[in-house]
């Protein structure tokens, strides 16, 4: 994808009902696919613990296609000052795809300045993939604000999530942070860095500002937790805290 725009132009992907009336899951979502290395599969016939390493090996959420790799530097284009809002269509029952989904994304990739607002499923999801990126808003979400997971090794900072009931939604975390949901410990585990991160909750809201689980690695910097109803930092799952923390204590679950 080429999506270049700037401050005072932004590029904006939105639903084609009239402004006004204008809502959640009026379109499905930007879905980009990369061959970077991912240990995955979403459903389909390799679901499971998949280091790709050959090629499109990984099925996306939402039957978009292929992706996965094994070249972390995979390039797949540019995305600045684009918006991506009211997404998050239901494909099949309890299936929506995110506003941003970044499959197996490269470093080469720029992604900078974007925000998400007001979808269904998560506002930024990355499966897999090393992409850098910066800069990301995201607003009015029915689920999670920041989500990693099929062993994303990326490094992002500067985010503002604002988690809000707006018209019925119900966002969940603020991040929510996988290793491979179908085997925990599989090779190439998430393993990101964020840094400089604003989670903000709402108080009628009983998620948590950031859960660790399933086996992820990585680690947050620099940034404040704020506003939410159950934990400000949750870790769950021995193969979590088998990561460099030690033995699971026995009050977590």
């Known amino acids: 994808i080429e999506a270049v725009g700037n401050a ?24 980009i696919h990369g061959e970077a290395v991912a240990n995955c599969a979403v459903g389909g016939a390799v679901a499971g613990c998949n280091l790709t390493s050959t090629g499109n090996d990984c099925v996306s959420d939402g039957g978009a296609g292929f992706f996965g790799g094994s070249d972390d530097s995979d390039n797949s284009g540019s995305m600045r000052y684009v918006r991506s809002e009211y997404a998050g269509q239901e494909i099949s029952p309890n299936n929506e795809l995110n506003a941003f989904t970044f499959n197996a ?3 080469g990739t720029t992604l900078q300045f974007l925000q998400a607002h ?5 506002l930024f999801e990355w499966f897999g993939g090393a992409s850098n990126s910066s800069y990301f808003v995201g607003t009015g979400g029915d689920d999670d604000g920041l989500d990693w997971q099929m062993g994303y090794r990326g490094r992002h900072q500067f985010a503002v999530i604002v988690a809000t009931a707006l018209d019925g939604a119900d966002a969940d975390k603020g991040m929510e942070c996988d290793n ?3 085997d925990f410990s599989c090779p190439g585990e998430s393993n990101g860095i964020m840094a400089n991160l604003t989670l903000i909750g709402e108080g009628t809201l009983t998620a948590n500002g950031i859960h660790f689980r399933r086996g992820t690695n990585g680690g947050i910097f620099n940034s404040i937790v704020m506003d939410w109803a ?17 033995p699971r204590p026995s009050f977590y679950t």
Do not use: C, K, Y
């Not at 932004?10 to 809502?23: C, D, E, L, R, V």
């Not at 007001?118 to 998560?122: M, Q, Y």
């Not at 159950?230 to 030690?246: A, I, K, W």
């Open 118 to 122: 007001r979808g269904t499923d998560d």
């Open 230 to 246: 159950s934990t400000g930092f949750r870790m769950q799952h021995d193969e979590t805290f088998d990561n460099g923390v030690g």
């Open 8 to 31: 005072n132009n932004p590029i904006i992907f939105t639903s084609a009902a009239a402004p006004g009336n204008q809502a959640p899951g009026d379109w499905s979502g930007l879905v």
């Open 180 to 182: 491979n949901e179908f």
């Open 105 to 107: 994304v490269g470093s």
